[in-house]
């Protein structure tokens, strides 16, 4: 990271030095985002048939979605420098009974290895056949019990960030679609047990974890609020709930933010006021 950065200021000394720019100035033209947020910026040409594209009066917004990061990092994302800051998320700690579950067998470390790479193939390829408008709604009612970002602990050790968003739910609870998708993967899997993912279209796609019941079929379209499965408890879980999964752009994002109202057009503004 040091290094990008140090990259990055001295492209930015030499533009000061053959430009008579200052550098401060170049520094200040980076647009700035929150890590795991999804944020518009000014559409560049030459554009691509599967970019997220909002039009408007006030100009063509390109969408994207950005990483979670540790600490303060420079991307590139279509053609344009981004400043994705450092967000502190807090840490989570949970205590799972069957150690089986946290120290994998070579069998089960086997399967779920095969099984992310089957996550990775259905989130490849996204549909073109309908545009996402961003207007999620929540798809349980329950109250947030596990935050996006938070530092997993598991038994005392580090894990991965929780980059999802856990909601609270009785089994049986029903889950709705947030928005129009299709279905593009069902399984039984080793961490998430009863899984269903959803393209909404143009790379932005959401998973549903440990579910009790799966509602509806693979290569099926489902509208907005349509029943698609009942909470459950199956998968590596300490009791019920919804592990509810983002991904945009290539990244997985914070469900809360999608849920906001006026969601849409909130970060439409902060890019016309950076414009």
Known sequence: MQQMLQKKNNLLALAF????????????????????????????????????IIKT???????????????????????????????????????????????????????????????KKALSQSTLEFTPSFNFIAPVPGAITSPFGKQRFINGLARSPHLALDLRGAVGT????PLKGKVVLVGDFFYTGHTLILDHGYGLFSSYAHMSEVSAEINSFVEQSQLIGLVGKTGRVTGPHLHWTVYFDGNKVNPESLIKKDYLASILQAAKDRS
């Open 57 to 119: 009066s006030a100009g063509n917004f390109q969408l994207t979605g950005l990483p979670f990061v540790k600490k303060e990092h420079l991307i590139t994302r279509h053609s344009q420098d981004i400043r994705v800051q450092f967000i502190n998320f807090g840490e989570s700690r949970i205590t799972i009974a069957d150690n089986s579950k946290v120290t994998l067998s070579k069998e089960d470390q086997s399967r779920a290895t095969k099984e992310a790479l089957e996550i």
């Open 174 to 177: 029903s889950i709705v679609a």
């Open 17 to 52: 030095i053959f430009s008579g720019v200052c550098p401060s100035v170049i520094a200040e033209s980076l647009i700035n985002g929150d890590s795991g947020e999804v944020i518009a910026m000014d559409a560049v040409a030459p554009l691509q048939s599967d970019q997220m």
